[in-house]
């Protein structure tokens, strides 16, 4: 099932300021944050210097400059958030899709690699591998995407045939070319798939109840009126 829907609605569901979780995922780990922190006093450091150097009175812009700076290591995840938000949102039309998990597999992904010597004073490379759920959903059209995103102990609940749903993005009117989309719900099991927190869930799961078979199936009650 593929539903279109609004500018509106998709804009609630891809916000372009970044949500608590987006947030959250770009805050990335306590060495993250001492890079941003390092980053932050640094620019400070020289702000302070050219001021004094060249003995700027623009005293005002420097001190906005300097409270940016300052800033850095905490407003940074939210301009990588938003910008990553602006990169999906400008696709021009959107759909919800309701499918199956048609498989799904697990993977080791190298995520980096680190140098390091042993007891014996020889150079070591240790590799940084971490354990990817991959699945593939689609419908009977034959259409289907497959995602990729680190595997967690709810993954252990995923199975083929689950329902599947989540928001693509086209360029066309028609929604005949999926270009993008976001993370993945399985209702019965509540459990999202993703990499990145694309969507605002609160919303989603707004939209997916409204379209739900169940929902749709069900007459309307009529009240009844006295004579």
Not at 26 to 36: A, E, I, P, T, V
Not at 106 to 131: A, F, H, P, Y
Request: aromatic letters at 14%; glycine letters at 4%.
């Amino acid at each position: 099932m593929l539903v279109p829907l609004t500018r509106q609605k998709f804009e609630q569901l891809i916000p372009l300021i970044a949500t608590g979780p987006q947030y959250k995922y770009y805050w990335g780990k306590f060495s993250n944050f001492l890079q941003r922190l390092l980053a932050s006093v640094v620019s400070v450091v020289v702000i302070l210097l050219i001021r004094s150097v060249f003995r700027l009175e623009f005293g005002l812009i420097v001190f906005f400059l300097g409270v940016f700076a300052a800033f850095f290591w905490m407003w940074y995840p939210v301009l990588q958030a938003s910008l990553r938000n602006a990169k999906c949102r400008r696709y021009k039309y959107s759909g919800f899709f309701r499918g199956r998990i048609l498989d799904w597999w697990i993977t080791d992904k190298l995520m980096g690699k680190q140098e390091t010597v042993n007891s014996k004073g020889e150079l070591v490379i240790v590799e940084n591998r971490e354990k990817r759920i991959n699945i593939e959903v689609g419908d009977d059209t034959g259409f289907s995407v497959e995602l990729e995103a680190p595997l967690r102990p709810v993954h252990k609940a995923i199975a083929r045939g689950q329902i599947a749903e989540m928001i693509v993005l086209s360029n066309r009117p028609d929604l005949s070319r999926i270009e993008e989309f976001s993370d993945v719900y399985i209702p019965s099991r509540d459990i999202w798939v993703n990499d990145y927190p694309y969507l605002r869930r609160d919303f989603f799961n707004e939209v997916s109840s409204r379209l739900r078979p169940d929902r749709q199936d069900k007459p309307r009650r009529r009240r009844r009126t006295q004579e």
